[in-house]
């Protein structure tokens, strides 16, 4: 069946919209923003130009107010922008999007709907296609009203859907639906039933798992340690599948898996129908938690991946805080006659280095990924956390342990 949520969108100029409120300032939306524009790029989009509104809350009929929306509608009105489509940097709901649609005559997106067109470009295998296929579908359902002129009429399968007396077309799209939600979440079922099999089949091996937010540099990191080529790419989802490779350091072996990254207002559909791929950090025994130091927002994604993390397994697991890409730090030196408290731009990565990171002592480590700077303290520190785990499953194998040293 041809998708009907991922359109057409490359290379079409794009609004972006983001509202100002007592739970995000402006400094904060300028964040979202600059991630939201980072998500129409993936999706082959150019980001043109930015509208924020300072409002106690959203609009519950069209999102911003009236006067902001005429002002989106001129802008696009005029011929020589060229405005293809409008992102809001929320989830819009089924009556936003139809009275946001009636009043600007274009292609509106939210957050949620453009990360799943960008997963459903992502996704590679049979098992992240039907995952982004489950969360597509459980986004549209609310929002039958405005989009059912787009569904198919067949069932998947077997004969057409035959309409009852009486019965509206929003009730039987409905109904072909729910059909298919509960098919794929049958295939969903299936498929996991295999992965699980596959995971018992690798036995007692210790397991590594890289965490993080999305592009903080996971899959260099996978490709460094498992001298394996792994897809890495300066884009957000660049990886969708869980990989999982076979890692000896020294002659100590374990299991390092590579895992989707995170992102701040990641859609539930898509938390729900990728927790099964997320299986392999429920089942780690160590997690290597990546962040991008360079990063201006660096503590905020720590705290989204967090509690994401914990949202799949509240158990407590061993986890080293990698600090990665060092080479791209930087901070802006204060004015000598500037007296107002220092603010998170203006620690150096030493300065950094004694702030509440300190606390994490050996639990933490700094590396550049790109430039290998740390690879092998980091291997050393990866050899000891997995050692301490792999001694209580292979008591007899006291004779493999020595001192990592790299040749």
């Known amino acids: 069946m041809k998708d009907f949520i991922t359109q057409e969108i490359k290379n079409e100029n794009a609004v972006l919209v983001g509202l100002i409120t007592s739970e995000q300032n402006e400094e904060k939306v300028t964040e979202y923003l600059d991630e939201l524009a980072f998500l129409a790029e993936t999706a082959g989009l150019i980001p043109n130009k930015r509208y924020t509104q ?63 067109d960008i997963f459903a470009m992502r996704a590679q295998t049979a098992h992240a296609k039907v995952q982004v296929e489950l969360a597509q579908y459980e986004y549209l359902l609310p929002r039958l009203t405005r989009m059912w002129t787009h569904l198919e009429r067949q069932r998947g399968g077997g004969g057409t859907i035959m309409r009852g007396p009486g019965e509206t077309q929003l009730e039987t799209d409905r109904r072909i639906i729910l ?63 869980t990989t999982v490779r076979k890692v000896t350091i020294a002659n100590l072996p374990f299991l390092l898996t590579d895992t989707v990254g995170f992102i701040r207002k990641l859609p539930t559909h898509l938390v729900e129908s990728f927790k099964s791929t997320l299986d392999e950090v429920r089942e780690a025994d160590i997690l290597l938690h990546v962040v991008d130091i360079s990063h201006p927002a660096f503590e905020e994604q720590i705290a989204v991946v967090e ?54 002592k050996e639990n933490c480590i700094f ?18 956390k997995v050692k301490e785990i792999h001694v209580t499953r292979f008591p007899y194998n006291d004779f493999l342990y020595h001192t990592y040293d790299e040749d």
Do not use: C, H
């Open 54 to 116: 300072r409002l106690d809350s959203p609009n519950t009929a069209t999102f911003v107010g009236k006067g902001k929306l005429e002002e989106i509608e001129a802008y696009i009105n005029d011929e020589e922008n060229k405005i293809g489509v409008v992102i809001f940097d929320d989830e819009l709901s089924s009556r936003q999007l139809r009275n946001i649609e009636k009043v600007l005559k274009i292609r509106i997106m939210d957050r949620t709907s453009l990360i799943l």
């Open 179 to 241: 059909d298919k939600i509960s098919r794929l979440k049958q295939q969903l079922k299936d498929i996991d039933k295999q992965k699980t099999v596959q995971r018992k089949n690798r036995g007692k091996l210790v397991r590594v798992a890289l965490v993080g937010y999305t592009n903080v540099g996971k899959s260099t990191i996978m490709t460094l340690l498992s001298k394996s080529e792994v897809f890495a790419e300066n884009k957000l989802f660049a990886t969708l599948d």
């Open 307 to 360: 509690k994401t993390l914990f949202e799949i397994d509240d158990t407590e697991k061993p986890t080293i805080l990698v600090f990665n890409k060092i080479d791209a730090f930087n901070y802006t030196v204060k004015d000598e006659d500037d007296l107002t408290p220092k603010k998170r731009e203006n620690y150096t990565l030493d300065e950094l280095k004694q702030s509440w990171i300190s606390k994490m």
């Open 367 to 384: 590396i550049s990924a790109i430039e290998k700077d740390n690879i092998d303290s980091l291997k050393d520190l990866i050899y000891e």
